[in-house]
């Protein structure tokens, strides 16, 4: 994979900055936070009879309220790891730190040297070479209580924090597995020789967990360098700190809920860090390439995940994906991470944690239009805001689906007034708006007896400032309401402008590839021009458009879609219907052809239909073949409308429209054959 960087990024990376400052990541909070953990860790070992030490995020302090981290707490048992007999001491349970060529990387045992005759009990084992030594599963932990095991740890509920409580054996001196960690040639000079010499003074860790793959996985210890990790994290410039929470914010989002937890932690992307940190300039890490720092890490762990191989920061021949990724989950993460890095950040908005995507897309909006928008008409000014800030259009539309609502028209006006430097982006927001008030207007006003015509010629000229609001969308509300009008003239001029406009190049919702998009990107047009000219928004209408719509549509419109096996997303609001742009081109064509008797435009439209459903992939297939089916009754095909009808309910079995489709179907072909029994 290339590493092409945006222009954007920066300006996004500044932005991101920000608000990961709003969720507790300053500085200061940073190390008032690390202060706490270090007086907690100094007030509980007057407590406690052993050693208590506190490691992981909440000691690091790189987790917020989102990540939900847990508290892991180390007490050191009194028993002494030693590398070599001259270390014995007799008043000491005194355990010989050994391996042998069965023994993974990072794993250890712990071997009795106390008698002269083996021990052979609940807690010690002969091993295959007969050494009596210490397993895992021994009773260090009795006097913990605890409600839970996870892998080496208890846990154990403090608070509103669950506490993960491991019995661990201290090692005073440094392991000879990580010598080589000591002594590497690091470019860059991170850490400094002064930081490597204080962690290895620092020791290591032996906490009671095996290899998973190990005939003797229960006599095995794994070498743990907390004390180092810790030091290394409380090390990291503002940028390298919030990269981490960031990296840890995406695996928790989008690859957590697809693998098991324990195929990939928050430890691998502590590894990647430092393994990152370690092999780039300091100068990189600065906070206007946030986002690239958070890019190369991505791809960093994309090459591990393909090779199936994760070393260990300090003892790189421990491959830490051993047994964990291969086969389809190695396919499902290549996968996702092959998407995340496809999208050029555009993935930020969907981290849920502490609704970072939310609060990053708040940033587009200027404080008077945080001050006067509610919640519903957010979502639609971030729109063409999140087309600017990351130039995707599918997540742009998905966003609009999602929160299409009432608007109200003076609060967007002055929410337009305050834009300044915005107003290009929010001036093609606007039309989209006076589309859809206009729609609702002069269905309001259609509704009426009499009709109030003066409210119907604010919507007319509302529908004609919302018609250039892309190539499709804003025309086809006004070809609808001419049509509701009757004026069969009007409508049939806006169709065909709409269907000249029409080329392979327009990006719809269903076909916005990155080559199609390239290519009109390559042409150098203003984000104004490149919305107005070749992007389709798909056609929406809500309840209070009802008389702009066309019948064929009510029925889809009071059909819940809640349970809409055919929609795409999950959180659809009910009564909204949906259909994808160029397929209702072609149905306000048949509608409009059929009332003025032009027999070989309406087949040509009716084929059109059909090609569209065969060969397009439609967003809204359910919608589309419900509009199919009507125009086929119309023509009097009953016996194809009703195949259609019938391969829509298949599609959707509740809240389908095209059971009331199917009901006037059977009643058409009663009043048929009572006419023929009659003649």
């Known amino acids: 994979m290339t590493l092409n960087i945006p222009e954007y990024y920066k300006e996004v990376s500044l932005r991101l900055n920000r608000v990961l400052d709003t969720v507790g990541l300053e500085e200061d909070v940073r190390w008032k936070r690390i202060n706490m953990w270090i007086a907690t860790e100094e007030i509980d070992r007057v407590g406690y009879s052993f050693p208590v030490h506190y490691f992981g995020s909440q000691a690091e302090a790189t ?122 040639n690091r470019r860059h000079n991170w850490p400094s020789q002064e930081i490597i010499t204080l962690i290895q003074e620092t020791g290591a860790l032996l906490v009671p967990v095996g290899h998973k793959c190990s005939d003797e996985k229960h006599l095995e210890w794994r070498i743990s360098m907390s004390y180092g990790e810790k030091i290394l994290v409380w090390l990291f410039n503002p940028t390298q700190y919030k990269c981490y929470i960031l990296l840890k914010m995406i695996n928790k989002c989008f ?15 502590k590894t990647c860090m430092f393994y990152l940190i370690e092999n780039t300039l300091t100068s990189m890490w600065q906070p206007d390439n946030l986002l690239l720092c958070v890019e190369l890490c991505l791809r960093l762990f994309y090459k591990w995940i393909e090779n199936a191989i994760c070393p260990n920061y300090f003892i790189p021949e421990e491959n830490m994906f051993d047994s964990k990724v291969y086969g389809h ?64 259009l599918r997540t742009a539309v998905k966003m609009l689906h999602d929160n299409y609502s009432l608007f109200d028209h003076n609060i967007l006006e002055r929410a337009y007034a305050s834009l300044g430097p915005r107003r290009e982006a929010n001036s093609i927001l ?41 190539v499709a969308s804003g025309k086809l509300k006004l070809a609808a309401f001419y049509l509701a009008q ?44 490149l919305i107005s000219q070749y992007t ?13 719509t066309h019948k064929a549509l009510t029925l ?67 919608t589309a073949l419900n509009l199919l089916a009507y125009c086929l009754m119309q023509e009097g095909k009953l016996k194809n409308a009703y195949n259609v009808l019938s391969k829509s309910m298949k599609l959707v079995k509740q809240d389908n429209a095209a059971k009331w489709q199917i009901a006037c179907l059977v009643n058409a072909v009663f009043r048929f054959l009572r006419c023929r029994l009659i003649i």
């Open 63 to 184: 987790t917020t309220q989102g990540l939900k981290s847990d508290i892991d707490c180390v007490i050191c048992a009194p028993w002494k790891g030693v590398k070599n007999l001259e270390s014995w001491e007799p008043d000491l349970l005194t355990l010989l730190v050994v391996s042998d060529e069965t023994t993974a990387p990072g794993y250890v045992k712990l071997q009795d040297i106390n008698t002269d005759t083996p021990r052979h009990n609940m807690r010690f084992k002969l091993d295959r070479h007969a050494r009596s030594v210490l397993c895992n599963n021994s009773d260090i932990l009795k006097n913990i209580n605890a409600d839970e095991h996870h892998g080496p740890a208890n846990t154990t509920v403090y608070g509103t924090n669950n506490v993960d409580l491991v019995c661990a054996i201290r090692l005073h001196y440094w392991p000879e597995q990580s010598s080589q960690w000591l002594t590497r």
């Open 255 to 269: 690859l957590k809920p697809v693998v098991d937890d324990d195929v990939l932690s928050s430890y691998h992307c």
């Open 430 to 470: 606007m039309t989209f708006f006076y589309s859809v008030l206009g729609s609702k207007l002069a269905s309001k006003s259609l509704s009426q007896e009499p009709i109030d015509h003066h409210y119907l010629d604010m919507a007319q000229e509302l529908l004609l400032l919302g018609s250039s609001s892309d």
């Open 329 to 392: 989950v190695q396919g499902q993460l290549l996968d996702i991470l092959s998407n995340l890095l496809q999208q050029k950040c555009r993935y930020l908005v969907g981290i849920s944690c502490d609704n970072i995507g939310q609060k990053l897309m708040m940033t587009c909006l200027t404080p008077v239009m945080q001050l006067e928008l509610q919640c519903q008409d957010v979502a639609q000014v971030l729109l063409i805001s999140y087309v600017f800030l990351f130039d995707s």
């Open 536 to 548: 389709a928004f798909p056609i929406l209408y809500h309840p209070s458009e009802i008389k702009c």
């Open 556 to 622: 889809q419109m009071f059909n819940s879609t809640m349970s809409n096996q055919g929609d795409p997303y999950e959180n659809n609001l009910p009564n909204i219907v949906r259909v994808d742009p160029k397929f209702y081109l072609y149905f306000l064509e048949f509608i409009c052809y059929h009332r003025q008797n032009k027999r070989a435009h309406k087949e040509t439209a009716l084929n059109n239909m059909v090609c569209a459903i065969r060969h397009t992939n439609l967003e809204f297939m359910n």
């Open 486 to 529: 009757g004026n069969l003239d009007m409508s049939e001029d806006v169709l065909n402008e709409i269907h000249k406009n029409y080329s392979y190049k327009i990006l719809e919702f269903t076909d916005i590839s990155d080559h199609t998009l390239q290519a009109i990107l390559s042409e150098n047009l203003s984000t104004t021009k």
